[in-house]
């Protein structure tokens, strides 16, 4: 059974740091491309960022950049999502998501319904 289980959430004042994690199970990372979504409370679901099975790759939403880093260890199954200098405005529900490679679309990468695979969701809380 395919699973990715999500680490790391939890509550971080303005300007603080977290780590995402993402275990996966069930299936070989290397034949897929990673993605982290958020659903901040009553908003719609967003891509955060992604990254591609081989060629190092990465892509960001544009609120996130130059803050947020995306990388994956394929020998661990383990795919993370450094958040620093946070704001308000990043507190959501924090998804990790898996597309096949083959099917890959650069120009998607942000739209849910390109992954094939998610966790539960993690929450992180941006607050004073």
């Known amino acids: 059974q395919v699973q990715l289980v999500e680490s790391g959430g939890g509550l971080v004042q303005p300007g603080g740091s977290l780590r995402l994690s993402c275990a996966l199970s069930g299936f070989t990372l290397d034949d897929y491309v990673i993605g982290w979504f958020r659903q901040p409370p009553w908003k719609e679901r967003e891509g955060v960022s992604c990254i591609s099975s081989t060629d190092g790759s990465t892509y960001y939403t544009d609120s996130v950049k130059g803050r947020f880093t995306i990388s994956r260890h394929n020998a661990k199954n383990t795919a993370y999502l450094q958040m620093n200098s946070l704001k308000p405005e990043d507190t959501a529900v924090y998804y990790c998501?898996?597309?096949?490679?083959?099917?890959?679309?650069?120009?998607?990468?942000?739209?849910?319904?390109?992954?094939?695979?998610w966790g539960k969701g993690t929450l992180v809380t941006v607050s004073s």
């Open positions: 998501a898996a597309g096949q490679a083959w099917a890959f679309d650069s120009a998607a990468w942000s739209l849910p319904g390109t992954m094939d695979y």
